[in-house]
């Protein structure tokens, strides 16, 4: 059965919703954090010849989804997805849902955190794999999950025939350009 990158990221709103209210609370201190997260657009973070290098496919401007949240002490996130400009085999979509948290707010982390909790509740969810990237990243066989800083972004692609071990190694270099590009803004 083909996999589809949007059926995981509606699965990860899902899982992130559930922990806005624990992850923007204040860490439970008893301290009001009256913040705002930072507007990040999803687009500007990869260019489609980032892209094109890292899939061997040439992708079309991506196409940024209106933003959800980002009122008083709640995450906000933005969703941008790429398409190949041809349907031939191994064709690509990448979708990128990048969320930031109230500074401090320890968002990024229950972020990750809502992924493994899934797989345990989950037994059909596959449990995330570790990788060393970001502050920190898992993989959950479909999608990068990457946390930095008060942002965290998940990113996936589906290609036609997509082997596993490729969609790990191609959604890990699309999270070091998004990386970099975070951290030189």
């Known amino acids: 059965m083909a996999w589809f990158p949007r059926k ?3 699965l990860a709103t899902l899982v992130a919703v559930a922990v806005l209210p624990a992850a923007c609370s204040g860490g439970g201190s008893g301290k009001s954090t009256s913040t705002r997260a930072a507007e990040i657009a999803a687009c500007p973070l990869l260019a489609p010849a980032d892209i094109q290098k890292v899939v061997g496919a040439a992708m079309s401007e991506g ?5 959800a949240g980002g ?3 709640e995450g906000r996130m933005t969703v941008c997805s790429w398409d ?7 064709s690509a979509i990448v979708t990128l849902q990048v969320w930031s948290w109230p500074a401090g707010s320890g968002g990024g982390s229950n ?4 992924f493994r909790q899934a797989a345990k509740q ?4 596959p449990t995330p794999e570790p990788v060393k990237l970001g502050e920190e990243a898992l993989w959950d066989g479909k999608a990068m999950h ?3 800083g008060d942002v965290s972004f998940s990113i996936s692609l589906s290609e036609k025939g997509l082997d596993p071990a490729k969609g790990k190694e191609e959604s890990q270099a ?6 970099g590009k975070l951290s030189s803004s």
């Open 174 to 179: 699309l999270a070091e350009i998004v990386l």
């Open 146 to 148: 990457v946390r930095s």
């Open 8 to 10: 995981s990221f509606v």
């Open 111 to 114: 972020y990750l955190e809502s």
């Open 71 to 73: 009122g008083e002490n």
């Open 84 to 90: 190949a400009t041809s349907d031939q085999p191994g």
């Open 122 to 125: 989950y037994k059909d969810l």
């Open 63 to 67: 196409k940024e989804r209106e933003p």
